[in-house]
C-alpha cells in the first residue's frame, strides 16, 4: 500500500516550457487535490476532482489545468511556465471533504 | 468566505515545556476542524480533529477543544520533545467544500 505517490520529486524548468506534474493514490478516494506552497503563505488550493472525470477551481488555478482520467490518478499541467510558479506542489487524497486527507511527498519545482 | 488564523512563529521551546498555538477561525455553520502536522521534507499527514462544539481531538500527547463560542481550536501539548519540532497547520472543512488552511506555525524544539 503505498498511498499517494507524486512523479516526479524535483524539476527545474525554463520560462515558457510546459510539464505535467502526476499524482496516483491506491486507496479508491473519490477526492483528490492539488496544492501549492510557499513560504508565508501556507497552502494553497489550485484544482481538486470529487471523482472520476470530474474536475474543479480551487483558490489559485491561473496556469494550471488538471485532469482525472482515471480515477486513481490526477494529472497537474503547466502549459508555460512562469518563475512564479516555482513553488512546492502537494497531491491530495481523501474519501470526502470532511474525511483526513492523505497527502504526498511533494514535487520541488523550480522555474528559472 | 471560511478564514483560518492561527499564530505566527517561528515558535522555539525547549524540551519538556508546554506548547500552545492558537487557532481561531470564520466560517457559517459548524465546520468541522483539523490540526495538521508536517515534517521536514514531508507532505502534511493528519495530528487530529474535533467534528462537533465541544469536541476535544487527541492524539500523540497534542489536544484541541472544538469552542464554538470563541471560534477557535488551540493545539495544546503538556510537554514537547525535539521531535515535535515541525510546522503546524489549522484548517477547516464544511460538507462539500475542500480544505481551507492557516498560513502554518513553525515550531522548533531545542534540547
Known amino acids: 500500500n503505498a498511498g499517494v505517490t507524486q512523479t516526479p520529486k524535483f524539476r527545474v524548468l525554463k520560462t515558457g516550457q510546459s510539464m505535467t506534474l502526476l499524482c496516483a493514490q491506491d486507496m479508491n478516494h473519490e477526492y483528490m487535490y492539488w496544492y501549492r506552497q510557499d513560504p508565508g503563505m501556507g497552502l494553497r488550493l489550485i484544482h481538486y476532482s470529487v471523482g472520476e472525470g470530474t474536475t474543479a477551481k480551487g483558490e489559485v488555478p491561473d496556469g494550471y489545468n488538471v485532469s482525472r482520467l482515471k480515477k486513481q490518478n490526477f494529472l497537474l499541467g503547466l502549459e508555460s511556465a512562469a518563475p512564479s510558479q516555482t513553488s512546492v506542489y502537494f497531491c491530495?487524497?481523501?474519501?470526502?471533504?470532511?474525511?483526513?486527507?492523505?497527502f504526498g511527498p511533494g514535487t520541488r519545482l523550480t522555474v528559472l | 468566505g471560511d478564514s483560518v488564523t492561527q499564530m505566527e512563529g517561528p515558535v522555539t521551546l525547549s524540551e519538556e515545556a508546554f506548547l500552545t498555538i492558537n487557532c481561531t477561525y470564520t466560517?457559517?455553520?459548524?465546520?468541522?476542524l483539523f490540526w495538521y502536522v508536517q515534517y521536514p521534507g514531508e507532505g502534511l499527514q493528519l495530528l487530529l480533529k474535533a467534528t462537533k462544539a465541544d469536541d476535544k481531538g487527541s492524539n500523540k500527547g497534542f489536544e484541541a477543544t472544538y469552542r464554538k463560542e470563541t471560534t477557535s481550536f488551540h493545539l495544546e501539548k503538556g510537554s514537547v520533545q525535539v521531535s515535535d519540532s515541525a510546522v503546524y497547520f489549522c484548517a477547516l472543512s464544511h460538507r462539500n467544500t475542500p480544505l481551507v488552511f492557516g498560513k502554518g506555525t513553525r515550531l522548533s524544539v531545542i534540547a
Open positions: 466560517a457559517t455553520g459548524y465546520p468541522s
Open positions: 491530495a487524497s481523501s474519501y470526502g471533504t470532511e474525511r483526513e486527507q492523505f
